[in-house]
């Protein structure tokens, strides 16, 4: 294999696929890179079993072949050379990287170590807006667990009807938002991780423009602009929103979103480092006070509102509020509460599209 490129559009689809590579793992193979030369293009995948990137760049090739190569350290090497013609063979110490007068030898393992993947996914499909795709994946993912105690929780809960229903949580949080489905095959739903979202997300940059995804099998697909994401689906039971959210409440709170904001973020600053996090909201007549106490002081300030039903006090964790409050978009946002120890919700003032429900801490003090 031998092949000339540019430096800078290999050092970007390496970055790319680099971060399907896998980290902690016993086979060496699935922490390469696979380089794949051939006719006018390189095309560069990885994979952690899990999720596979896969990114092609156009190329002077001179050999067709195919080898891998050490994940990260090819990362990092050809990121150097972002301003360089840069010359990729095989030889006999594994592969040669030639750039002006200088060049490396890094080592190499065979191509065909590397897993098969299939991109041949397309039984069911869905089709939208990248720029509603997008929007619908930065306001769910940030609330899906980070732990491997229950894994169907570390992915989104995505139902394709009239529309596409994404809800995530962690146990302590719940996102729930919607978007328009422009066509779609067939009535589903699917389980999808967290990380491939993101990763998906990252493609999304025309936003006039359509995207289609594609499931079969327990495997999803998403192609667009020279990458192609696969991706394995979490199997399992979801927790079911509407055993969740509550239909009713006793105290409802409409507020300037970015006086919140402030206020709490003012607030979280002093409880930095506590184990619970906590700041309090009561909501007294027109007025929610922000509270926080800590070793290193406190704080109390009051954002006016518009409040309907009984007053109350309620803890919770402050970061937790403010992903949430950061997360809508509108510039007054609707508070709902049932008591100081059931769980809340938050939502936009008017375009009820996406729904955020906290669970409350109990305040010792």
Known sequence: MKFVCDGLSLAEAVLKVSKACAVRTTAPIMECIKLTALRDEVSLLATDGELSIR????????????????????????????????????????????????????????????????????????????????????????????????PVLKGCLMSFGEKLEMVALDGYRLALSSAEILTKTGEMSIICPARTLSEIAKMLEKEDEEITLYTQGGMMLVSGEGTSVVSRLYQGDFIRKENVIPNQFSTVVTVEKNDLIASAERAAILIRGDKNNLVTLTVDG??????????FGNVDESVKAQAEGVELTISMNAKYLLDAL??????????????????????NADVKDSLYLILPVRNAA
Do not use: H, W
């Open 286 to 295: 027109d007025l929610v006070k922000v509270t926080s106490v800590s070793d």
């Open 326 to 347: 950061r997360a809508l978009d509108e510039e007054k946002v609707v508070i709902s509460f049932n008591g100081p120890v059931s769980p809340f919700i938050l939502q």
């Open 55 to 150: 990114k092609t760049v156009k190329a002077e090739i001179f050999e067709e072949g195919e080898i891998c190569v050490p994940g990260k350290l090819f990362a990092d090497f050809i990121g150097k050379l972002t301003g360089e013609e840069v010359c990729i063979a095989t030889g006999e110490k594994g592969v040669e990287i030639k750039y002006r007068d200088a060049g490396t030898f890094m080592q190499s393992l065979p191509a065909e170590e590397f897993p098969a993947i299939n991109f041949e996914i397309g039984e069911n499909s869905f089709t939208m807006k990248q720029s509603a795709l997008k929007k619908i994946i930065s306001e769910t993912t940030f609330c899906c667990a980070q732990d491997d105690s229950r």
